[in-house]
Every structure is written in structure tokens, then in C-alpha cells.
């Protein structure tokens, strides 16, 4: 099925800043809700969409990854458990929609005990061809992995956390100074709502422990510099069990010796000697798949260049390869022998006088503009 864009999803244009896509989201979420549809698959379908494209752009990260790389960015190892929706429960569904509001206004009556692990962010470098062409790299990065001891609570094996006696488990004590009540995190527990009294010998009532751990990256075709892969999950564990954050590979391609590129076009040089560029012929290219034939028109100057169609990359987000251009550079014979210098003396001599007009007109138009130069300043 085709995705679709996440902006179209909202309504809204790729400029819209944090303010305008919550609005966008809040009213489509309303008028869309299960709830207010009962029975409804297609609004059900619809309100999944929209939520699923609210919790991209709405984050800074992911919305960057979104922009630069399209749905690409999120469908490795078809992952899709960030865009899980749940209708079991229409109340913890609104309050997912309005939550933000009341809470922005009247303050949060709770500190959320669980806290979700740290995104990273893994760089690797690319040759040309395994960008072109798409490849799994296998690498290894140090992170936080949940404690399997005590399964991220921190307490040891057989115990639980009790709760905090000072806040009754809220994370937050209400202090009255006149008229005014304010909240202020509990000191007992750091806004925790518990306390571990019987620590995990393990990860020493941390619920995570370092580790190094080994993935297997698929990498599309057609990627470039600055591209960046999204891998659900697989960044730091959350704290008291809580859910990983993402990892994000970011993509460098490495210089190539023959070719640059330029979004999906790719430039190369290509020295041929004096008589080809003449005379005209026929010369071998490279390209990312192979070799093609060049035809060669006679009288080619340094610098002209030649497009082949469709010898350039395909990127991830078009559906068409680039071109490939080549650049002409006229080379100077070297190491000439007395036979080959006289017959270069003949072809010289045969051209003539007048700096051989008929035959370099390059040469003829700039010691014109030469002599122009030099007449104007003497009147």
C-alpha cells in the first residue's frame, strides 16, 4: 500500500512550525476519533493515519529524518511499533489528544516514573558503489541495556520498589505557602513514587547496564551524504522498563577516484589525445555498471561535455536514475620521438601563417581580443 505524505495526512504545508501541526492533529483526532464513529472502519483507518503522521512530525528528530528521507527512514526491519494505535480504552485516547493542554495550564499532578532511553547516533561511511548499490554493514555500539536481572526495576531479584510513604507514590508534595499551594518534586524519592530499599547487585539499582551490542544494517539503494536510517527500538533502554529510544545512522559517502557526484547525476573527466578530439572516434567510459561506448565528434575541444542518460544513480526517493556526464580534456602528447616531433612540425607548418585562423578559432578570437586590448590603450 502506498504510504502517504504525513503533511497531506494533517493538512498542512512542510513549513509548519511545532504550534500549527498540534492544532492540525487536535482537530482531525476529534472529528475522527473511534468513539465519535463507532463502527466506522474507514475513520478508524483514518484516525490511525493521522496519528501516525502527528507522532513524526511532531518530533524534531523525526520529522528532520522524515523531510530528508521519506518513509525510508522508518521501515527498517519493519519495525512499525511507533505507530501502534490502541482503541481499547477511548479515554486514555483523548487524554493522549487533550493532556497537553490541562496539563500546560493546571501543572502535572505526577511524575511519569518510567523514562524513555536516550536516541543515539552511529556514523558510518560509505564507498560510491555500496551507496549506489545498497548493503548490510554489521556494527557494534555501546549503549544501556535493560538489567535482565531485575528487569529494569533496579531491585533485586525476588523484591519490588516500595512506594515513597513521603508523597504516597505521586513523585510530588504539595507545599502551602498562604493562599498559594505549590508542587515541588518530593526529595524522599526524586519524583520517582518509589523507593528501592534492596538494590539489584547487578546494575546496582540503575535498571540498565552497559553493554555492546552487534546489529545487522540494511542500507537502500541510492543513498547519500547526510541521509539518515532510523532503527526503531534499538537506542538506549528506558529507565524502570521503559521503552528504548531509536537509533539513527547517519550516512557519509566517501570521495571516489573517478566519479562526483550530484544528487543523482554523476561527473567525470576524461583525457583523450589531440587526434581523437580532431579527427573524431570512438573512446570507452566508465560507469557504476560497467563500460559504454562514447562517440567522439571531430574538432572536440577541451572542456566539452557529454551526457549519457540514465548512467547516473537512482535515489531512494525518485523513481528515475540521474545522468552521467563526461568531461573532455585534451591531453599533450609527451615523450615524442624525432620521427613524431617532425611529423608535428610538418602539421604545424602546414596550418600556416595568421596565427592559423582556420584552424584555431580559439586561439584566433583571443589574440584578437588581445590586440584590441593593446589599441585602445595607445589612442
Same mark, same amino acid.
Given at each position: ?78 519495525? &512499525?511499533?511507533?505507530?501502534? &494505535?490502541?482503541?481499547? &480504552? ?38 560510491? !558503489? !555500496? ?26 531479584? =525476588? ?84 521503552? &528504548? ?53 571531430? !574538432?572536440?575541444?577541451? =572542456? ?26 585534451? !591531453? ?48
Amino acid at each position: 500500500m502506498t504510504q502517504q505524505d504525513y503533511y497531506k495526512v494533517l493538512n498542512i504545508s512542510n513549513t509548519a512550525n511545532e504550534r500549527d501541526i498540534k492544532r492540525a492533529y487536535k482537530r482531525l483526532a476529534v472529528k475522527y476519533h473511534p468513539d465519535r464513529n463507532p463502527g466506522n472502519k474507514l475513520a478508524e483507518e483514518k484516525f490511525k493515519e493521522i496519528k501516525k503522521a502527528y507522532e513524526i512530525l511532531s518530533d524534531s528528530k523525526k520529522r528532520s529524518a522524515y523531510d530528508q528521507y521519506g518513509h525510508a527512514a522508518f521501515e527498517q526491519n519493519n519495525n &512499525s511499533d511507533n505507530f501502534h &494505535s490502541s482503541f481499547t &480504552s477511548s479515554t486514555s485516547d483523548l487524554n493522549d489528544i487533550f493532556g497537553d493542554v490541562f496539563g500546560d495550564i493546571f501543572g502535572n499532578q505526577r511524575k511519569n516514573k518510567q523514562e524513555k532511553g536516550s536516541d543515539l547516533q552511529y556514523n558510518i561511511n560509505l564507498s560510491l !558503489e !555500496e551507496a549506489v548499490q545498497g548493503v548490510t554493514k554489521k556494527i557494534k555500539i555501546p549503549t544501556l541495556e535493560e538489567c535482565k536481572s531485575c528487569s529494569g526495576t533496579g531491585s533485586a531479584y =525476588g523484591s519490588k520498589p516500595s512506594t515513597c510513604t513521603h508523597c504516597n507514590g505521586h513523585g510530588q508534595i504539595q507545599m502551602r505557602k498562604g493562599f498559594f499551594s505549590v508542587q515541588q518534586t518530593c526529595p524522599n524519592c526524586n519524583g520517582e513514587g518509589t523507593i528501592i530499599k534492596n538494590l539489584c547487585k547487578i546494575c546496582y539499582g540503575q535498571g540498565r547496564i552497559k553493554k555492546s551490542k552487534s546489529l545487522s544494517i540494511k542500507i537502500p539503494s541510492g543513498v547519500d551524504t547526510n541521509d539518515r536510517i532510523r532503527l526503531n527500538n534499538e537506542g538506549e533502554a528506558g529507565k524502570n522498563g521503559a521503552k &528504548s529510544g531509536d537509533l539513527y545512522i547517519q550516512i557519509t559517502v566517501k570521495k571516489h577516484p573517478i566519479f562526483n557526484r550530484e544528487e543523482n547525476n554523476l561527473y567525470c573527466e576524461i583525457p583523450i589525445n589531440f587526434v581523437i578530439a580532431a579527427l573524431g572516434g570512438e573512446i570507452e567510459v566508465p560507469t557504476l555498471k560497467g563500460r559504454v561506448n562514447l562517440k567522439i565528434p571531430s !574538432e572536440t575541444q577541451s =572542456g566539452k561535455l557529454f551526457r549519457i542518460r540514465g548512467k547516473g544513480i537512482k535515489s531512494v526517493r525518485k523513481g528515475y536514475p540521474g545522468d552521467l556526464f563526461c568531461k573532455i580534456k585534451v !591531453e599533450t602528447p609527451v615523450n615524442l620521438n624525432s620521427f613524431q616531433k617532425n611529423l608535428l612540425t610538418q602539421l604545424g607548418k602546414s596550418f600556416g601563417d595568421f596565427k592559423g585562423k582556420n584552424h584555431s578559432p580559439q586561439s584566433k578570437r583571443f589574440f584578437d581580443s588581445v590586440k584590441r586590448f593593446f589599441d585602445n590603450l595607445t589612442q
